[in-house]
């Protein structure tokens, strides 16, 4: 079973910037699609990011220019987010999806992220 553990989450003023970390307990990032998703209070999870194992990225059009994703190995993943706003308050979860077996899908604990006005 894999494990992924998010990290960076906090409390910041809008405008400011945090680096989530995703770490997995194996190397799947080389076979395995890496997503960001995040869920506010009262609102559906949504994707936010996603790297494909051949590295091409997606962004959701309300982060694009803002958020970077990057998978500097194949523990590891991290999520640049840069001119916080308000509405980005959310937890973030890190997901980790086979892009054949549909069953092989890992989510982390999600970690929470604040922006204030």
């Known amino acids: 079973q894999v494990q992924l553990v998010e990290s960076g989450g906090g409390l910041v003023q809008s405008g400011g910037s945090l680096r989530l970390s995703c770490a997995a307990s194996?190397?799947?990032?080389?076979?395995?699609?890496m997503g960001w998703y995040r869920q506010a209070p009262g609102k559906q999870r949504e994707l936010v990011a996603s790297i494909t194992i051949g590295g091409s990225t997606n962004y959701a059009d309300s982060v694009k220019g803002r958020f970077t994703i990057s998978r500097p190995n194949t523990k590891n993943a991290y999520l640049q987010m840069n001119s916080l706003k308000p509405e980005d308050t959310a937890v973030y979860y890190c997901?980790?999806?086979?892009?054949?077996?549909?069953?092989?899908?890992?989510w982390g604990q999600g970690t929470q992220v604040t922006v204030s006005s």
């Open positions: 997901n980790a999806r086979h892009p054949v077996l549909p069953d092989r899908e890992y």
């Open positions: 194996a190397n799947i990032f080389s076979i395995y699609a």
